[in-house]
Nanobody
Framework: QAQVVESGGGLALVGGSLTLSCVAS????????IGWYRQVSQKQRELVAT????????YAEFVKGRFTIARDTTKNTVVYLQMSDLQSEAKAVYYC??????????????????????WGQGTQVTVSQ
């Protein structure tokens, strides 16, 4: 069974650092990308950073230069988010997202593909003075 588990959240001081970890397991389908999103209170969940299967990274403007997303060097289903120079607005629940592609056989020799998302439970990040 596919599962996404985040860890590493907690309390950091303004200007400090935290590293979040995401472990994706049990995926029988091809993983397109793994990413981090965050949600503040009642606001909409927003993109923080993603890393694709080919290593391409994408960052939200508000974290460029301060956050880094990277895959584990030995396990490409483990992804880290290194957060530095944390500011109070970084306080949020951070969610890991796995976007995967399921391919099934269609008529004759055709193939049908469908992308889907699997989310973790989230990890709280709090930043204080």
């Amino acid at each position: 069974q596919a599962q996404v588990v985040e860890s590493g959240g907690g309390l950091a001081l303004v200007g400090g650092s935290l590293t979040l970890s995401c472990v994706a397991s049990g995926f029988a389908d091809r993983i397109n990308s793994i990413g981090w999103y965050r949600q503040v209170s009642q606001k909409q969940r927003e993109l923080v950073a993603t890393i694709s299967s080919d290593g391409t990274t994408n960052y939200a403007e508000f974290v460029k230069g301060r956050f880094t997303i990277a895959r584990d060097t030995t396990k490409n289903t483990v992804v880290y988010l290194q957060m530095s120079d944390l500011q109070s607005e970084a306080k949020a629940v951070y969610y890991c997202n796995v976007n995967a592609r399921r391919t099934t056989k269609g008529w004759g020799k055709s193939l049908n593909s469908r992308d889907y998302d699997t989310w973790g439970q989230g990890t709280q990040v709090t930043v204080s003075q």
